[in-house]
């Protein structure tokens, strides 16, 4: 797809399925003012996921509910996120609440449910790579290092403790890269290749 954003424009990979995708065809059916819609409303709606996905997370680490509330609101009110969705990168904000989702799955980890919790966090992190590549790569790191830091919380500091932290970030990148591998294999073809 040809995007016209900033004067002349670029070429964006094929759309995966993800939230911005989902997003823009339900403003393509709202008939003439579909255009204006996804103007309007896209932004909103992304700060509002990526408050609603902080307030999962905080939710998950046992928090009370004003502790949420505000936790959500700084979340999606950030300075960073909200200015960056209001200059016209709103992606930014998807990809920091499906990393808030992926850090909410690994809370409910532990014991025999390491390996489901890795699963759901893969599969967040791997949203965040569709709606976002390279931020969403970046911010998987901060995924990566919290579940072995929880796996080491929970279960002590040793090398077995140690090497099942690892095994679940490889859980989580192979589910993750199972999830994004149509992007990323789309970014391959119209980014990447011969340069």
């Not at 969403?136 to 002590?156: D, N, P």
Request: glycine share 14%; net charge neutral; hydrophobic share 55%.
């Amino acid at each position: 797809g040809w995007i016209d954003h900033l004067w002349v424009g670029y070429a964006q990979p094929a759309a995966g399925p993800c939230f911005t995708t989902f997003f823009g065809i339900m403003c393509a059916e709202s008939g003439d003012q579909g255009a204006l819609n996804y103007a309007n409303f896209y932004t909103p709606a992304c700060l509002w996921v990526l408050g609603m996905c902080a307030w999962v997370f905080f939710r998950q680490l046992g928090c009370g509910s004003a502790v949420c509330l505000l936790g959500a609101l700084a979340a999606a009110l950030n300075g960073a996120f909200f200015t960056y969705a209001t200059w016209g990168l709103p992606v930014r904000a998807l990809a920091a609440g499906m990393t808030f989702l992926a850090l909410a799955a690994l809370a409910s980890g532990g014991g025999r449910r390491w390996w489901p919790a890795a699963i759901l966090a893969g599969l967040a992190v791997g949203q965040g790579v569709m709606e976002a590549y390279d931020i969403g790569a970046l911010f998987s790191l901060y995924a990566a290092a919290y579940a072995v830091f929880i796996v080491l919380s929970r279960e002590g500091r040793s090398l077995p403790s140690l090497g099942r932290g690892v095994m679940v970030v490889g859980v989580m990148a192979i589910m993750a890269g199972l999830m994004a591998y149509h992007s990323i294999a789309s970014v391959h073809e119209t980014q990447t290749k011969g340069i």
